[in-house]
């Protein structure tokens, strides 16, 4: 049988947290935020007021990251007037973490009262007609083919139902939001559909095929177990994906972790307007 957690051990890490977080006198947060590759500095940002820097290897129960160029720490700090939790560092399945492991910060932020999550991510673009490297694109739905969940098992009802919709996770209020502020700046956000693959080999051309015929319009290796975990916990999700790179096959050239880097680094500037814009708003 999978190895699976006990609402004792999310406990473990929301009170360590909740109490990290009274001792500085930050209110209880509503909202969260996980960086994606080359967003990591956005923690550093002047709009969050008196940020408090908590190591994930700090936190009791928590999974510490092994992506080298992630940092692994959770900041704290007040935006608008509002507590926003910022993870610093994800999990991703081709780490070695079981699935549930992997939205192990999804779950932490239910129990703290978290009610809405902006979660980035890179992503390879599967439609160069209309899709470019750089583009940042709100994802309105997604495809998963593995076969793991992350709330495979026995359902924790402190968490949610055993059951449970995932039409409307992807909340279109936030994602119309987020395009109005896009428009504010001076750019505009696409809409797509991204398609979840465990890595953390790139795709195949075959499959990249297989998946635009199936609807994706984004690939990646991230985000649909924290977005599948906060559906189950009642949590309104947006999400925006940076095109780091044409998908396997599109242009023929071999793919590389340093291109997914390069462009997230290059166009961080912009996420970090579109993200000044939108976190005062969720
Ligand atoms: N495939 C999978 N994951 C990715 C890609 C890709 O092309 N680009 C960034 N993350």
Partial sequence: MLKTPTIAM??????????????????APTTAVI????????AEAETIQNKIHIPYRDIPEFPVSTVSYQKGELVAGEVAGKTVLFFNGRFHYYEGWEMWETAYPVSVCHLLGVKTMLITNAAGGLRPETLTPGDLICVTDHIKLCADSPVRGKNLPEMGERFFDMQ????RSLIAMAKACANENGFSLGEGVYAYMTGPQFETPAEIRMLRLLGADLVGMSTVPEVICAAHCGIRVLCISCVTNYAAGVTG??????????????????????????????
């Fill in 10 to 27: 999310y406990e473990t890490s929301a009170d360590y947290l909740r109490e990290k977080l009274h001792t500085v006198g930050l209110p």
């Fill in 35 to 42: 960086l994606g590759s080359g967003l990591g500095t956005y």
């Fill in 168 to 171: 409307s996770v992807y909340d």
């Fill in 253 to 282: 050239a071999p793919m590389t972790e340093k291109e997914v880097l390069d462009t997230s680094a290059s166009i961080a500037g912009k996420f970090r307007t579109l993200l000044d814009a939108v976190i005062p708003k969720l």
